[in-house]
């Protein structure tokens, strides 16, 4: 048995000015053939998950390619067709089936819907017959295209997500099946008019954590072969985006795809149902700085939550550090910050030296303006380390160029790359333990929370600039199906109840 393997995955906010090509997928994570492999053997991740199921069952692996970057706005549409007919490169030879990772949230330059296209041309290339798996995001944007063209896919049951090897394992293991012709599985699809803001839809907490139980009930019952809740990624202006159900079933069964469609409705029912659960609001920056103060035990982490890499914003705002400035905070650590002019500045005059800097800002949003710092260098490096929390365990990756200064009794980690805070290993690469420090500050909205929550005495959300805010009414959308909450207060869902 042999199956071609490869991964296309990217988060887009298509109000993002930042459109990744080649040199921003390479940075961060870019591997052919037995790369592949040797860079994911061991991870907590899919394609760790394919690795092990294809060695216990003996089933040669075709590798292509897998490449991955931090969202930003819409891939070029050079480099995403020169992606895409690589995984088709790998089609030349006859296959039994086909195991992709992609995220589900990506949109090209010239594909709104990148991975329907993407499923589609691989379906195109080896015909009705041959099984054809894709692992998701939770933020999965799902389309009729995607549910149409795949044979089986597989969202991540966790915000943060922590079960990417056991989501790359159970889409392997179905493979498997479905080669056999032990199943034969359909996808179905259920698609309520919701846009919600990443806030409160952490599996970890109520409402999502009642829908995940439920989606995992339905898998024990064996009516449905996979039951996957997406949160949908809402800032991307694309026809599809928003929240979907999606149950793989066993055509086999003439009752599987009716089934389905009734769990799937009664999934998509319970989003609705506590979809004003969802909204959410931070705290604001002047506020949340001065509350942070005001606890004894360290560290109080506060989140920006609305300028987070891991969503697509750009991660140059620093209204938190100019607000910890100004109320002379004593302790704090914030970073890592997006700016590779001070990073290479701070590269020059190497460590022990003073410094003055304009940090932030380099992505031209007008309501941002930079923090001037003066402090000393105590770090300058290539950014790079390894992730030891829950998520992407064991996954080498990289902040690029970067470099830590200590002003007053603040310490700022500056990078080159844009890197969501979700390890504090990314602190302690660069000589810096949060767990030290009274406050601690991270871009990130929720994946944050797998690896700092253990640590941290408090968490404070804050409501600070950004694209990847909470308010969903501030952003310009054009092409997201209408009515859709909560863009539109008055739209209806029919209940499955």
């Not at 592949?36 to 991740?45: D, E, K, M």
């Not at 009515?483 to 499955?496: A, K, M, V």
Request: charged letters at 20%.
């Amino acid at each position: 048995m042999r199956w071609m393997i490869g991964e296309f995955s990217h988060e887009t906010n298509t109000f993002c000015p930042l459109c990744p090509g080649r040199e921003e997928f390479a940075a961060i994570a870019m591997f052919e053939g037995d790369a592949i492999g040797r860079h994911y053997a061991g991870t907590n991740s899919c394609i760790g998950g394919f690795m092990d199921v294809a060695a216990k069952h003996g089933v040669e692996l075709l590798w292509t390619i897998a490449a991955h970057d931090t969202p930003s706005g819409s891939v070029q549409a050079g480099f995403y067709n020169e992606v895409k007919s690589r995984l088709l490169k790998g089609l030349e030879q006859p296959v039994d089936g086909v195991l992709l990772s992609l995220h589900g949230a990506m949109v090209a330059q010239c594909a709104d819907d990148a991975e329907g296209d993407i499923i589609q041309a691989v379906r195109d290339r080896v015909g009705p017959d041959v099984p054809i798996a894709a692992t998701l995001d939770f933020h999965a944007n799902m389309s009729p295209l995607m549910v149409q063209m795949a044979s089986i896919l597989v969202g991540y049951k966790t915000y943060p997500h922590i079960d990417e090897y056991e989501v790359g394992v159970k889409a392997a293991d179905l493979l498997y099946r479905a080669v056999r012709k032990e199943i034969h599985p359909r996808c179905v699809l259920d698609h309520p008019p919701l846009l919600m803001p990443l806030g409160k839809t952490s599996t970890m907490r109520e409402p999502m954590r009642s829908v995940m139980d439920r989606a995992r009930e339905i898998e024990r019952s064996n009516e449905a072969l996979c039951a996957s809740v997406f949160g949908g990624f809402p800032y991307a202006d694309i026809l599809d985006a928003g929240m979907s159900s999606v149950l793989v079933v066993d055509d086999a069964d003439p009752r599987a795809r009716a089934s389905g469609e009734q769990y799937a409705r009664e999934l998509s029912s319970m989003l609705w149902d506590r979809r004003r659960e969802m909204l959410h609001q931070g705290v604001s920056v002047r506020n949340a700085v001065a509350q942070a103060m005001q606890f004894a035990k360290r560290p109080v982490v506060l989140a920006d939550i609305s300028d987070n890499p891991g969503g697509g914003g750009l991660g140059d705002d620093v209204e938190i550090l100019r607000e910890l400035v100004a109320q002379r905070c004593p302790d704090a650590v914030v970073g890592p910050i997006w700016d590779p002019q001070a990073a290479q500045t701070c590269h020059q005059a190497g460590v022990g030296a003073e410094v003055t800097l304009n940090v932030g800002s380099r992505g031209g949003e007008s309501q941002v303006t930079p923090v001037a710092l003066t402090g000393r260098v105590t770090y300058v490096g290539n950014g790079d380390f390894t992730y030891r929390g829950p998520m992407c365990t064991g996954t080498r990756s990289t902040i690029g160029t970067c470099a830590a200064i200590q002003s007053g009794g603040i310490k700022v980690l500056i990078s080159a790359g844009r890197v969501q805070n979700l390890d504090p290993e990314i602190f302690r690469s660069v000589g810096i333990e949060p767990t030290e420090h009274h406050i601690v500050v991270v871009k990130s909205s929720i994946h944050f929370r797998a690896a700092y929550e253990p640590i941290a005495s408090t968490i404070i959300e804050v409501a600070a600039p950004g694209l990847v805010s909470p308010d969903m009414h501030r952003f310009p959308f054009r092409k997201v199906r209408r009515p859709i909450y909560p863009l539109d207060e008055s739209c209806t869902y029919p209940s499955s109840r």
